[in-house]
């Protein structure tokens, strides 16, 4: 079993089973499966997000693997990728309780505790009107440079998010933002993969998606070559050249997943 407690959990379950008592927790259901359930809950006046994992069963874990999928066991995954973020200074949630038992992976038991992260909003919802509305060119292109650093850093940190759209990308809004003073935290990281080295593929996946989410908010062929050079940290140059296969696929990619989604919307 493992089992991490902090405040104000650790006083708030002291000498009762936290597995029962996270079960217990009360407050706005945001996803109900029956492996997996997700809610915000107050304590003490302050918001946090609870994530809790049961056994998905070796059927279901069979099916994905099937589909060429890779299953979400627990709440592991997104507890070890928080950790390795925090380690190289990426920002992202702070877990306050953390827990596992069971060696089967079928039938396990885990949960993980975050802290809200607000005032925020997504980069999604910052950004819906922007084609309409532009924003100011510094603060766009201060936006780009920092989510290509999250992410290259992100992925030199040898972590891939396997969700990695724009609206996982929460701007703080406490203080007024500006292209000089602003925060960005990537969040919902329970898909996460956490090695030591990311491979090639994993990392082509969360830069499609990537794309993919940014296609309807206007951004320019410089927009992208901005976020390139942040992300690989090299010159363009360079960049146009070794990555040129990439960069092809990328497109591609982008615009298979866009035209997926308008044909998914006719239908609606």
């Known amino acids: 079993m493992k089992l991490m407690l902090a405040e104000p959990f650790k006083s708030l379950w002291a000498g009762r089973d936290p597995f029962a008592e996270v079960e217990g927790l009360q407050g706005e259901v945001y996803r109900e499966?029956?492996?997996?359930?997700?809610?915000?809950?107050?304590?003490n006046g302050n918001?946090?997000?609870?994530?809790?994992?049961?056994?998905?069963g070796w059927g279901e874990i069979f099916k994905n693997l099937l589909t060429a999928k890779l299953p979400v066991l627990g709440a592991g995954q997104e507890w070890k990728a928080i950790q390795r973020l925090q380690e190289v200074g990426v920002p992202t949630m702070t877990a306050v309780a953390y827990g596992e038992k069971g060696s089967n992976p079928a039938d396990q038991h885990s949960?993980?505790?975050?802290?809200?992260?607000?005032?925020?909003?997504?980069?999604e919802d910052?950004?819906?009107?922007?084609?309409k509305q532009p924003p100011e060119p510094k603060l766009k292109r201060a936006l780009i440079a920092e989510v290509a650093r999250m992410t290259g850093m992100m992925h030199r940190a040898g972590v891939n998010h396997r969700d990695c759209y724009i609206c996982h990308f929460l701007l703080h809004t406490d203080k007024p933002v500006t292209p000089e003073d602003f925060k960005?935290?990537?969040i919902d990281l329970h898909r996460a993969q956490t090695r030591p080295q990311i491979t090639r593929r994993w990392r082509n996946k969360d830069l499609a998606a990537l794309y993919f989410s940014a296609l309807d908010i206007g951004l320019t062929r410089r927009d992208k070559l901005r976020f390139l050079k942040g992300y690989f940290q090299q010159p363009l140059?360079?960049?146009?050249?070794?990555?040129?296969?990439?960069l092809s696929w990328l497109e591609g990619k982008a615009n298979k997943l866009y035209e997926r989604k308008q044909r998914y919307g006719d239908a609606l």
């Open 184 to 186: 960005l935290s990537v």
């Open 47 to 56: 918001g946090f997000f609870v994530k809790i994992h049961r056994g998905i």
């Open 111 to 123: 949960f993980i505790v975050t802290e809200e992260l607000a005032p925020t909003v997504s980069l």
């Open 126 to 131: 910052f950004s819906i009107n922007w084609i």
């Open 33 to 43: 499966l029956e492996a997996r359930r997700t809610l915000r809950t107050e304590v």
């Open 237 to 246: 140059r360079q960049i146009l050249s070794e990555e040129a296969a990439l």
